[in-house]
């Protein structure tokens, strides 16, 4: 396995808006996060994903750009950035911007460009039809087909109306985008993620969808289109071959068996693949919105996958939460009676996985779903269409809030915890999304008051995978893949062999006639009493004792 920087790393991703208030309008900014990048050295990771932080009007908080190469003006300025890089590299650590190549804003100039007439030059930039060629679905609600009055014609939205979706087909449009990421790489940034990178290739024949399987839809229609590696071999040669970088696709639509596709490093196209399924598991048959329990034995058999996927010849990020999704205790652990033990339980499982564990802010902390009391106080514009749609259709509202609270993007909105003060330290101002009332109790300073708190779990951790590469470039081996209650695994190569077995559930569990602990001995573990049961949520890391 070659070994690579990009491939030891760990990630922590920055949702800006949410992270540090320096000016108190509200709003996180550029200067609230080199305010904290200390902090960030401190826990210990290797690079900062920053949601975008381009020009934008902000429907879509960010994912709808209007300028590629300008800072949003409610994040601060080029000096601001340029300050931020380099305090970054400074310290030691690494920059990975997040770019949207799939949509622009409606307020870009290409699109204000394009719609004015058929034969501006632009008009080629974005995906014109005289009538919707098809009944495509958008993710925000309602038909991915908008008719623009100015143009006389309807353009292809797969997100909110504000995103209109960019052309690929057109080498220009390739070419902007190029021209963007060179922008960046030159300044000295590190790395994209890449929003929703599967969708740049549209199916040209623009098949129908089954409206009442959103999720097939985009499995098998909207992701993976018929020349999406070849853009991303162009993506490769023309921009990040020239350039010591990393890039990350989010793997929206990719399931395990075209996996290896993306990432071979034979095929010359990313680094990474993001893959969620895991987190899009519990969608029952209205979607998102109408969530159905989850089995562990679904959660570890996808890991499974995309780790044989890959295996030697790729590399994959590993993820239990981003601002898209509920809060990974929330989730997959006991936000409750055991949110310190479940926390650092979870926090072990991504940090002793192969691939990359990126840690959404917050999660370092124990951070937490937060229930607003009605559907007017969600800001996302997923919640507030839908909301919309639902009304509209005389739905039930109450069953529609009690979905959002559980599955909503606002749970990982919510600003920061950063003390216990007023606002919890995120700003001096009125924060733009409200903070989750549990700040007097989760916060940072907290948790640095705190030896054992979940903060200085994460911090061990990471230290621990820094100093065994085992945990970066070891095989995984799954045991025990039937189990609903205990997730255990090996990781192992020539130099070391390490056992995690970690316990889902509220309830102990015997441990004692697990044969493949023979001869390994516990050297981590989220609780301090260590003998033949595992505890509620508790979590181990064995290793391989001395070959006699
Ligand atoms: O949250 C979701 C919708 O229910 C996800 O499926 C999400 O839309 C998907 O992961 C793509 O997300 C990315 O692109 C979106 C943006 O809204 C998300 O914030 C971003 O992560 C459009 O740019
Ligand atoms: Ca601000």
């Known amino acids: 396995m070659k070994k690579k920087w990009w491939k030891e790393s760990v990630i922590y991703q920055i949702y800006p808006r949410s992270f540090k208030d320096s000016n108190g309008d509200g709003i996180g900014d550029l200067r609230g996060i080199i305010e904290k990048l200390d902090y960030l050295q401190w826990l210990g990771i290797d690079v900062i994903w920053i949601s975008p932080i381009f020009k934008s009007p902000n429907d879509d908080n960010g994912y709808d750009v209007s300028d590629y190469c300008d800072i949003m003006l409610e994040f601060g300025n080029m000096n601001d950035f340029d300050e931020l890089l380099k305090g970054i590299h400074q310290r030691g650590m690494k920059m990975m911007l997040d770019l949207v190549p799939n949509h622009s804003s409606d307020e870009h100039y290409w699109f204000q460009e394009s719609r004015k007439s058929k034969d501006n030059p632009y008009r080629d930039y974005y995906i014109w039809r005289d009538h919707p060629p098809s009944n495509w679905a958008s993710f925000f609600s309602g038909s991915a087909w908008e008719y623009d009055e100015v143009a006389k014609a309807y353009y292809l939205h797969l997100f909110s109306k504000k995103q209109p979706d960019l052309n690929w087909e057109n080498p220009k449009v390739r070419q902007e985008i190029y021209d963007v990421m060179h ?42 289109g018929p020349r999406l590696h070849e853009f991303l071999q162009e993506m490769y040669r023309e921009v990040a071959s020239k350039y010591d970088v990393m890039t990350m696709g989010e793997g929206i639509g990719v399931k395990a068996h075209q996996a290896l596709d993306y990432v071979d490093e034979d095929r010359k196209e990313l680094n ?68 310190m033990e479940s926390a650092k339980m979870l926090a072990m499982l991504l940090l002793t996985l192969r691939g990359c564990p990126c840690i959404y802010q917050g999660s370092e902390i124990g951070m937490t779903n937060v229930k607003f009391d009605s559907l007017d106080e969600y800001d996302d514009i997923e919640v507030k269409n839908i909301h919309k749609e639902w009304k509209k259709e005389g739905k039930n509202l109450k069953q529609l809030l009690k979905a959002v609270q559980e599955q909503g993007r606002d749970n990982a909105r919510t600003p920061m915890q950063w003390d216990n003060t007023n606002n919890a330290g995120f700003t001096k101002g009125n924060p733009w999304l409200p903070i989750n009332p549990n700040y007097t109790k989760i916060n940072v300073q907290e948790a640095l008051e705190d030896n054992n708190s979940i903060f200085y779990f994460y911090k061990q951790l990471l230290q621990f995978r820094k100093a065994n590469k085992t945990l970066v470039y070891g095989n995984f081996e799954l045991f025990l893949a039937d189990s609903e209650q205990i997730f255990a695994y090996k990781r192992q190569d020539d130099q070391g062999n390490f056992i995690i077995i970690l316990n889902f559930s509220n309830q102990q569990f015997p441990i004692a006639d697990f044969s493949f602990l023979n001869n390994y001995k516990c050297i981590l573990s989220n609780y301090y009493i260590n003998n033949d049961i595992l505890k509620e949520w508790e979590g181990r890391v064995y290793v391989q004792k001395h070959k006699h």
């Open 183 to 224: 922008f960046w790489f030159k300044k000295g940034v590190d790395g994209f993620r890449i929003d929703v990178l599967p969708f740049i290739s549209k199916r040209l024949d623009f098949p129908n969808i089954n409206p009442q399987n959103f999720a097939q839809a985009v499995d098998e229609v909207y992701a993976n």
């Open 272 to 339: 990474l693949l993001y893959h969620f399924e895991h987190v899009t598991m519990n969608y029952g048959e209205g979607g998102k919105y109408d969530p159905v329990p989850w089995k562990l034995s679904t959660f570890k058999q996808i890991f499974k996958d995309f780790d044989t996927a890959v295996s030697n010849k790729g590399w994959i990020a590993l993820t239990l939460d981003n601002h898209d999704f509920p809060r990974m205790v929330s989730r997959f652990g006991n936000d409750k009676e055991y949110r």
